[in-house]
Nanobody, 118 residues
Framework: QLQASGGGVVQAGGSLRLSCAAS????????TAWYRQAPGNTREFVAA???????NYADSVKGRFTISRDNAKNTVYLQMNRLGPEDTAVYYC??????????????WGQGTQVTVSS
């Protein structure tokens, strides 16, 4: 129910904006996050936005990446600036939504490849 897009190949120093669109009703938004996984590495946290607490970023992307959400479009974004080869990875989006008064569910996108050439 999450469709990620916006990945591609970009030169070092360039920018990309990733999108993650939710289709259908997923519940009441609680939080969203982006993760990434480079070849041979474990999946790592990149950025998060919570309805209650604002934004949070990994140290490696602070000042370069911005997470945001368009409530009307049911879409979350990751604006990535000043990209470097170390940012090359498959990027995954997630959204946590409250589905009932006592239950929440985490939805995952399928991943989008970002490749930064030096």
């Amino acid at each position: 129910q999450l469709q990620a897009s916006g990945g591609g190949v970009v030169q070092a120093g360039g920018s990309l904006r990733l999108s993650c669109a939710a289709s259908g009703s997923i519940g009441d938004f609680v939080a969203t996050a982006w993760y990434r996984q480079a070849p041979g590495n474990t999946r790592e946290f990149v950025a998060a936005f919570t309805r209650a607490g604002g934004n949070n970023y990994a140290d490696s992307v602070k000042g370069r990446f911005t997470i945001s959400r368009d409530n009307a479009k049911n879409t979350v974004y990751l604006q990535m600036n000043r990209l470097g080869p170390e940012d090359t990875a498959v990027y995954y989006c997630s959204i946590v939504a409250r589905t009932t008064s006592r239950e929440s569910r985490t939805y995952w996108g399928q991943g989008t490849q970002v490749t930064v050439s030096s």
